[in-house]
């Protein structure tokens, strides 16, 4: 087992219970320490506390390799990967822009009254209920759903997939062997897919990716197709149920924002940008290839680096008043998709899932709060967000 | 009275947040992967002033340039 943290600032733990809990207050800390702080732990890790600094990381992908992506206890041989978010330049640009086209804003708005309709299929099964969970009820069901039904897989495997991302990011920082068992299953059910394609093409996500052509002008590997259809599973799918579930956290701990998203309908697009700031469920990783500085600090190769998004979002130098939040904040250039060439390739899809989820859920539950009985739990890792969020549903007593 | 603001988005900035998109529709178009530039020559209309300054301090690449003419 691992020792708990006693000096946050030269052996901090991101997997630590208090940095799950609540990690402001520890990223304030490093971030009064200095713009990068280093840790022993996970075989050496860099973390970038400020915006300056993660911003620079993101940007320079000669000092800073995506091949590993999520900062492990053990770094083993890399066997499957997930283009584009594991590759680096040349070979990302030609992985992301077959990517991109489903992904445009136009395109998703396609799948918004799917979306709509997943969110009124799950309210219609517990609003007559007093109390609820709503990140195992609600927020978790709907990103699984639309990312299945843009994939042409059953929206029903949907529990199988959200146990495979369980065991990849969150168990799979300490337990190699879970998240291997994980990924091949993973891989052999979308071989499955992939397979079942050739014999009868589809007008799926799946096919699109079948039929592309590379930069060449030659169809994908399977194994390209694979890894993709991986990365799409993996990142399409926790990180927006943590973003839609820390949104309806903070509303129901809040109800003037509550009444006055209601009231003020227009201010969604903000509200859902200040959620995206300062909840950002995210965080990446990448591995220092060659020696650098950054802000002045040196960095020095063999060492991961902890790439907090959501640190640099709270960073009161970039944000004024970074610690409130502010559903009307008119200047937001946070980081929650990433800055530079990894700027997350289904961000359209996530803003309108979030927006979606929350205006089907304040149409129908426009009184709610934190049911004082349960407890709210976070994920813990890469992707942070409520994993129990127990509501009571209508106006106190 | 002053000139006419005119924006510009630099290509090898955006990385197709579509921010500005979302904020000044009348302003910016994407191509088909969602990469950001200028309606026409970038000249902003009498009114829209607001949403181009708007769309220039929501860029978190900082891909968008307002020139006055």
């Known amino acids: 087992m691992t020792t708990p943290v006693t000096d946050w600032v030269s052996d901090f733990d991101h997997t630590d219970p208090r940095w799950t809990e609540n990690p402001y207050p520890i990223w304030d800390e490093l971030r009064a320490a200095s713009p990068v702080v280093h840790t022993d732990r996970f075989l050496g890790v860099y973390m970038p506390t400020t915006y300056e600094a993660v911003k620079a990381i993101a940007y320079d992908t000669e000092h800073f390799s995506s091949r590993r992506i999520i900062v492990r206890n053990s770094r083993p041989p890399i066997t499957q990967t997930a283009p584009p978010i594991t590759s680096d330049p040349p070979e990302h640009k030609p992985a992301k822009q077959l990517l991109l086209p489903p992904f445009t804003p136009d395109a998703t708005r396609k799948l918004e009254p799917r979306v709509r309709e997943i969110c009124n299929e799950l309210i219609d099964q517990f609003i007559d209920e007093p109390r609820v969970d709503a990140a195992a009820r609600y927020t978790k069901h709907i990103p699984v759903r639309a990312i299945a039904h843009m994939l042409g897989i059953p929206e029903a495997d949907g529990d199988l997939f959200i146990k495979w991302i369980h065991e990849i990011l969150e168990l799979g920082i300490k337990d190699e062997e879970t998240m291997m068992r994980a990924v091949n299953e993973m891989a052999v059910y979308f071989v499955g897919h992939i397979e079942a394609r050739k014999q009868r093409p589809t007008d799926d996500l799946i096919s699109t990716l079948m039929n592309a052509r590379d930069a060449g002008g030659q169809p994908l590997s399977d194994m390209h197709v694979l890894g993709s259809l991986r990365l799409l599973l993996i990142a399409g799918i926790d990180t927006t149920w943590s973003a839609i579930g820390a949104s309806l956290w903070h509303l129901a701990k809040t109800p003037a924002d509550r009444a006055r998203l209601i009231a003020e309908p227009e201010l969604m697009p903000t509200a859902v940008e200040e959620f995206l700031r300062a909840y950002s469920p995210v965080t990446m990783a990448r591995e220092v290839i060659k020696d650098t500085t950054v802000t002045g600090c040196p960095i020095k190769p063999d060492n991961m680096v902890l790439l907090s998004f959501p640190a640099a979002n709270r960073d009161p130098a970039m944000f004024p008043d970074a610690d409130k939040v502010l559903i009307d904040r008119k200047e937001n250039r946070h980081a929650a998709f990433g800055l530079g060439i990894h700027r997350c390739v289904g961000s359209n899809l996530a803003r309108m899932e979030m927006t979606v989820a929350i205006e089907e859920w304040l149409k129908r539950i426009p009184d709610f709060r934190l049911d004082p009985a349960g407890r709210v739990t976070w994920s813990e890792g890469t992707v942070r967000g409520p994993r129990q969020l127990p509501l009571l549903l209508g106006a106190a007593q | ?69």
Request: hydrophobic share 35%; net charge negative; charged share 30%.
């Open chain 2, 1 to 69: 009275m002053a000139g006419k603001l005119k924006i510009h988005v630099d290509p090898d900035k955006c990385q197709g947040h579509s921010r500005c998109k979302s904020l000044a529709p009348e302003l910016f178009e994407l191509d088909d992967y969602g990469y950001a530039h200028a309606i026409g020559d970038g000249v902003v209309p009498e009114g829209l002033e607001d949403k181009a300054w708007l769309a220039k301090s929501n860029c978190p690449e900082l891909a968008i340039d307002i020139t006055e003419d």
